[in-house]
């Protein structure tokens, strides 16, 4: 995660809309919300915790093209350079054919990158973390939304949040401290 | 296999006498013996094969010792340089591991001594000092020392008999004599004729003389067509009918009615027979061109018809003061006596002892003489032969005989030039030449082969200068001023004519097998599957008819149909068969051997029972019924489905004077066009003549034996697969009765913008710098792309290890893996191969000429299907040369390539079939 | 949880939703992982025997295959392609629907694939590999397969690389690779609940496979984009793939083979029949696991739907090969279609035409695609049809060459038949195991699904 904190606060949600809904009131009153834990994507959220668009297409770009060359390049050497070898009375760089196989090698390198790609971009595989040691934490892939907030030091500020969760019809509200 | 390498290894030695290379005459060395061994250095040595008892000039190369390749002699008259199919096969026949290894009495196996032994007491017991009861039995025998031998021991035993029975032997000095008052052997000379009419007659056949027929008729051809013209009336459908200008399906006894109305038209005391209206006009025509050409027409007669009509046709040609040559029948062979007059003497208990001399009678004799059970009666029959066959498992006594290119002798061309049979390698296996067994039956001291054969000579030459005249006859492959001299025609008299009487029913007419003779190459995996002329067939023979006749019976391809005279029966599968003359059903010789060996035996039906010693030719009265449905038919290695106006687009016919030509249209393409050829000081291509393609497969069996090509056997076929590389296409220009077929020899085409390269992953296929299209077999894994791709489908798969650990039947015999050519690679299974235009020829050729820092010559190049043509009808050489054969004839108007609009370019071409027709008969007949 | 089956209701479905309103975020977790969770029930075993079964056979015609050699096979000299290829392009055809089901309909928001979309790219994955496996057991030396990749040989050749069997080669390597890289993808964030449902060995396993997902936020970001971009490419990718494959054929001169229509022609077929297989395998997971109530009768309608417009398309695509055979003029051409319907193969081309072509239009009544039996039935004909086309892609055009001498027609053996429906085993075989260890449905997506149904 981003920000070191040292003390979180979780509240967990029913569906969701009520996360949503936390989330945004509680970025409103000026909390942190550093992340969210859901069984599936929720829509918006993103832009609620004020999270970039994912870069993870540059990679697969790079990786795409890049193989597609050289895969035209090794074509083209071993046909033209190495063997040049009279087949068929076609000439050696007979180009046309030799647009098939760097598209077909393009697209599997950018999507390897880009699997590659989501694994360094989300710090996978993780397979442990703080997280888990709470056990309600589970059924986050299961049907419960998780709302993480830093948790304000001073007392009030910590009322005031509880009270914003519990009126989003949070379900339960818990700290841990990392 | 086991025996077969032992013997190998003990066999594959070089005579101890000395053998002499065939070198050129200038070249020609008088001392010095070419030495032999130097490891790849192809030797080639000058012999001659015999066929029906008559010799044919070869050229046999060895290779460390080993006979590989049968090439003709340029200086004998009965190969002028080329071959048939069966000097071809010879190899595989040398190296065949089920010839006979052994003596045996008895089927025990036995050795000489034992045999001597017996032969006295034998001799002692029965035999009183006059040769009483003794017979000899052989083909036809013309070879000087053995003439010789039978001589004298006809000196020694006055009473005893020589009786000679050739399966395939027409009888003509028979004929002759009714005309001429003695016998005459009369031969044609194609190349003086202009008009031939051929009634029922296969000059073209295969035979002793198949090589110099087919040479002299396209030689004449080639030198004018417009004016050579050949006409063929015939009951079956044969290699001549396929030649012909003008052909003419016609039962047996219609011929002889337009054999005596062409007579009587020629002015003989006869009345002219009814004829129908369609042979009626054929035979105008034919007349009238016989007539306007004084002195060159020829007219043909087959053995087939009467005696009486063949009589005729002798009478017909001297009236006609036809170009043929009469010799004079040699008075030993005219004294020797028939089979029959054999079998009635061994009936009358006139016959003690039989000494029967590679000949296999119990197969081959006409089924009314019964020989098989008959020879039984005799208590002492001896048989001399490659193998323990029929005859010797029906005599007392087999002797193993040597190969002809194991073993020294001599032997004589049809026209009598003789050669001297020279042995390329020591006997592979125990063997006793007819010489030495003659010489023990008269009790002669015993004397080497080669000794006999040099004393016969020395009382020919006397000893001036001898071994000079010897050296020559060895390395020329011909002796000297040998032949026979064209003897004068007496006064012909005309023979008469009395018409057959016309038969019900149908007639069976016999034919000498294509593949396996008369049986005597039964044995043989590459002639066995070696495709029929025309039904492509491989494997076995048939009951052949034509589709009305079948129909009319009720009879469907392939089903089992019985056929008998009386009595006398066989049965076979039925195939159906254009061409045949309503009313006859073609029978081949040659099958249904029971002691042929592993691969010859049980492959089709014995045709013997029918024949009979007075009409061995043709039955009359035979009657066909239809037993079951599935016959066996067997498998062809032609197409399924016939697809009209094929024949035009790819095997396309010219008249004489008219020209075809059709420029291929260029084609959009991403890629800059190519020249052609590429620059190199080398373009190989090959044009082939079908005008002079005459089918006779011998090109195909060269393929087979100089590219270790294996044979895959039936049931491989019947899947519908081959492994020749190199296939004769037949297309017919003419309707199902009367079909007019054209022979169309398809090799690789080597293409220069090859459909089958670009499609191999693996760069297995690809082009060299010279224009081949080579298949690099180590790299091939066997996609099979390139031949899905190949529009000629020229492309040979190794489904199996035919040539690789799962050849058919005894092929994987050590012994049989000798006859491998050492100059190219023995493909593996799962891998592709096909036509290289010989290109361990071409590096031949090249190493050669790069020691001479030269280029190489026209003609230096000879690949094993050109050299074996007997017409010359392949052409091979370089096209960068202008001059060259190659390079003239696709300037020929009648050049064609096959699939233009492919734009393939491919580097083998053709020449289209030049047809000169007369106009009186249109281009219907 | 409540269970709805739709096939006991009225057919205007149109108007239902795809998932019924009763499923909860709980529900979907319930159904879909309680298959993992207990043993494996006695219909499954016998499946499981008689589909192992099966594969032994296949295993046993593989070592005679190798040890023998491929004369085994019914090709001759000039049908030298047969059963192999006709499989190998049959069953790539089968895989490209997962593909196509996971990337085109995800992109062009087709919401009811959201719950089909995991065991089709399953049944991508088994069919892609198995189809890869044909073009090895054809050679003629299967051994040195691998000669087609380039790598520093000893016989210092390198692929031929216009060979359309190279381009084979690298479609379905990447093809195969990037699959399997989707597919993981996919199932990352439901081996987490996998995981989190599951307990003692099983869940260690499920948690080192999930590599620790946790569903986070930023996450998903990453997570939701990048499937995006992987079906993006996927599309391309899967038509390239077959169109590939048809220029195996298209690639030549041989008539029937050099038409341009072929690789759309491909596409469309593997589309046509990987939807009917998938119409299979749903029908099977759907009642063997009990997932009524994701699989519902909307899904089956929209794959009927599909399958009827596939099948016009094959239809106009068999018009297409006659007009141009006809227009193009060459004789060879319409010789070649002319073949089609009098030649040796000449019932079996009409069982094509019916099966591909006729059948499915019973497809035009709702009423049809209201009954699963119907759905099935024409299903298991295209399949039958696609087949047939392929293998008779092979035998007409090998058959009936430009040169007659050499026209033959394929008689196949007993291997061919083999070699034929092994393979099917072996694909059920994995399927079976596939059904016991992953989430068949994908429980996020499904979740996503009923939120939206939820809203609107």
Redesign the interface.
Known sequence: MSARVERAMIAEFGNPDALSDAARSVCNEGFRAIDALTPCPVEGLEETLGLKQSPIRWPMLIAGVGAAAFAYWLEWWSSVFAYPIDSGGRPLHSWPVLLLVPFEVGVLFAGLAGFIALLVLCGLPRLNHPLFDWDAVERSTDDRYFLLMAAPENENDNDRLRRLLSDARALRIRELSA | MAAGAAALAAGCKRPDEEILANVTLEELPYVKIPEGLVPGVIQRYATALTLAGYGRGALVTSSEGRPIKVEGNPRHPASLGATDVFAQAEILALYDPDRSQAIRVAGEISDWPAFEQALGEHLAARVSGRGQGLRLLSGRIVSPTLLDQIEGLLKAYPNMRWHTFEPTEASDGETANVVYGKPLTLRPRFGDADVVAAFDADPLGCGPDQVRFGRELVDRRKRDRASARFYSVESGMTLTGAFADHRLAAHPDAIEAMVAALAAALGAPIARPELPQDHARFLDVVTKDLQARAGRGLVLLGPALSKNARALGVWINDRLGAPENAFDVDPRQAAAGTLPELADDIHAGKVEMLVILDSNPVATAPGDVEFGALVQRLPFRVHLGLYYDETAAASTWHLPMPHPLESWSDIASPEGVASIVQPLIRPLHESYSAHRLLAALAGEPPLSDYDRIRSTWRSRWGERNFDDRWRRALVEGVIADTGLEPAAKPAAKFPGWTPTAPQGGMSAIFRIDPSVFDGRFANNAWLQECPQPFSKAVWGNAVEMALADAKRLGIKEGDEVEVSVGKRALSGPMRLSNGIAPGVVQLSLGYGRAHAGSIGDGVGFSVAVLRTAASPWIARNVALRRIGPNGHLSPSTAGLFALPGKAEELAPEVEVGAAKASPPQPMASFFPPRPTPIGDPYAWAMVIDTGACIGCNACVVACQSENNVPSIGPDEVGWGRIMHWLRIDVYDHGSAPEPRPVFQPVPCMHCEAAPCEPVCPVEASVHDHEGLNVQVYNRCIGTRFCQSNCPYKVRRFNWFGYAAGQEYKNLGNALVKAANNPDVSVRDRGVMEKCTYCVQRISRARRLAERETRLIAEGEVVTACQAACPTRAIHFGNLVDPKSSVSELRRDPAHYVLLDQLHTRPRTTYLARLRNSNPELGGSA | MTVVSAFDRAPALEDVPVLPRAI???AI?DIVCEPLLRPAGKGWWIAFIICSAGTLALIYGIHLLFT????IF????????GFPIANYVWWIGLGNAGTLISSLLLLTRQSWRATISRFAEAMTLFAVSIAGLF?IF?????L??Y??A?YPAT?????????????D???V???L??SV??W??GVL?DL??A???SRGAWQKVY??AA????????????????QI??AA??T??VC??HS?VG?DFA????PGWREPIFPPYFVVGAMYSGFALVVLLAATITYGLGLQALITARHFEAMAKIILMASIVMGLSYLSEYFAAWYGG??EDR?MVAFEFT??YWQVYAGMLFCNVIAPQILWFPRMRASLAVIIGVSFAVLVGMWLERILIVWN??S??????????F?PTWWDWLFLFGPMFFFAWLFLLFCRVAPVVP???A??LR?KEAEG
Do not use: C, K
């Not at chain 3, 016989?155 to 381009?167: E, F, N, T």
């Open positions: 909860d975020d709980r977790t023998v050699g491929i004369g019914g090709n001759n000299t000039s049908v030298v392609w073009p054809h050679l003629g030396r299967p040195y397969f000669w087609i380039p016989m210092h050749v390198w692929p031929q690389w216009r060979s359309a069997l190279v381009w080669f690298w479609a390597l990447s093809y690779t990037f890289v989707f993981y993808v964030p987490a609940t995981r989190d449902r948690g080192v590599l620790g997902w946790r569903g986070s936020a930023r996450h998903w970001r990453h997570y939701h984009r990048l971009s992987l490419l996927a391309p990718l390239s793939v590939i220029l690639a030549s001169l041989m060459h004789p010789g030649g040796a055009t090998l009936h060459t430009f040169m007659p001498s050499m026209d033959r027609v008689f429980m996020f997506e979740r996503e939120h």
